[in-house]
């Protein structure tokens, strides 16, 4: 009888967690929303395009492009610290952009802009996966970034962790394809910033 009553206690203990995180997540996006609408009135940034790139129970991050002003720039919000940033540059101070998976360079900004004068994605995950020379299979993929250089002497480099230990097969892959699909898409606009800037 003992055990059923502790059974029942720690169930209900999981289930009173989930619905608080639950609960916490969703006021994390809205006032997210509420701070990221007013620094976008502040800086006379209008969304064309949005990705994002971090979504957690108290934070939001978002990869943002205002094509109209030829601007992009990351967006942040952290529901514990109350604390938002966001770093925006004009399409002409990019400099390079690379794709890490491991620590390993899987493609190269430069390298991409330059073979193409106009770049057509019809599947960015297949020039993604043929730029990888690396023929070693790996079941855990230990960090996915992409790293942008930009023309400002005091932050030079935006790092853009997209995943942290995760299993790239398996049941528990979706975590990495979703991850992959994010970094795919940040690259092909990269690149078409690249291209238009």
Same mark, same amino acid.
Not at 39 to 44: A, G, K, S
Not at 59 to 72: A, E, G, I, W
Not at 144 to 158: C, E, G, H, T, Y
């Given at each position: 009888?003992?055990?059923?009553?502790?059974?029942?206690?720690?169930?209900?203990?999981?289930y009173?967690?989930c619905a608080?995180?639950?609960?916490?997540?969703?006021?994390?996006? *809205?006032?997210?929303?509420? @701070?990221?609408?007013?620094?976008?009135?502040?800086?006379?940034?209008?969304?064309?395009? #949005?990705? *994002?790139? *971090?979504?957690?129970?108290y934070?939001?991050?978002?990869?943002?492009? /205002?094509?109209k002003?030829?601007?992009?720039g @990351?967006?942040?919000y952290?529901?514990?610290?109350?604390?938002?940033?966001?770093?925006?540059? *004009?399409?002409?101070?990019?400099?390079?952009?690379?794709?890490?998976e491991?620590g390993?360079?899987?493609?190269?900004?430069?390298?991409?802009?330059?073979?193409?004068?106009?770049?057509?994605?019809?599947s960015?995950?297949?020039?993604?996966?043929?730029?990888?020379? /690396?023929?070693?299979?790996?079941?855990?993929?230990?960090?996915?970034? @992409?790293?942008?250089?930009?023309?400002?002497?005091?932050?030079?480099?935006?790092?853009?962790?997209?995943?942290?230990?995760?299993?790239?097969?398996g049941?528990?892959?979706? #975590?990495?394809?979703?991850?992959?699909?994010?970094?795919? #898409?940040? @690259?092909?606009?990269?690149?078409?910033?690249?291209?238009?800037?």
């Amino acid at each position: 009888m003992e055990f059923f009553i502790v059974l029942i206690l720690v169930v209900w203990g999981i289930y009173a967690i989930c619905a608080g995180a639950e609960k916490d997540h969703k006021k994390t996006l *809205e006032q997210s929303a509420e @701070v990221f609408q007013k620094i976008y009135v502040d800086n006379q940034f209008n969304v064309s395009k #949005e990705i *994002e790139i *971090e979504n957690t129970t108290y934070r939001m991050k978002k990869f943002v492009v /205002d094509d109209k002003s030829k601007k992009f720039g @990351v967006i942040s919000y952290d529901a514990l610290e109350k604390t938002s940033g966001f770093a925006c540059y *004009e399409y002409d101070k990019l400099i390079d952009f690379n794709l890490y998976e491991d620590g390993k360079q899987q493609i190269s900004g430069n390298g991409l802009a330059t073979a193409s004068g106009a770049l057509m994605f019809g599947s960015t995950g297949a020039i993604i996966g043929a730029a990888s020379s /690396d023929r070693e299979i790996k079941t855990k993929c230990m960090e996915l970034s @992409v790293k942008i250089q930009v023309n400002d002497l005091q932050n030079p480099l935006i790092t853009i962790v997209l995943l942290k230990d995760c299993e790239k097969s398996g049941r528990l892959s979706s #975590e990495y394809q979703k991850g992959r699909k994010i970094a795919d #898409e940040l @690259v092909a606009i990269l690149s078409y910033i690249a291209v238009n800037k």
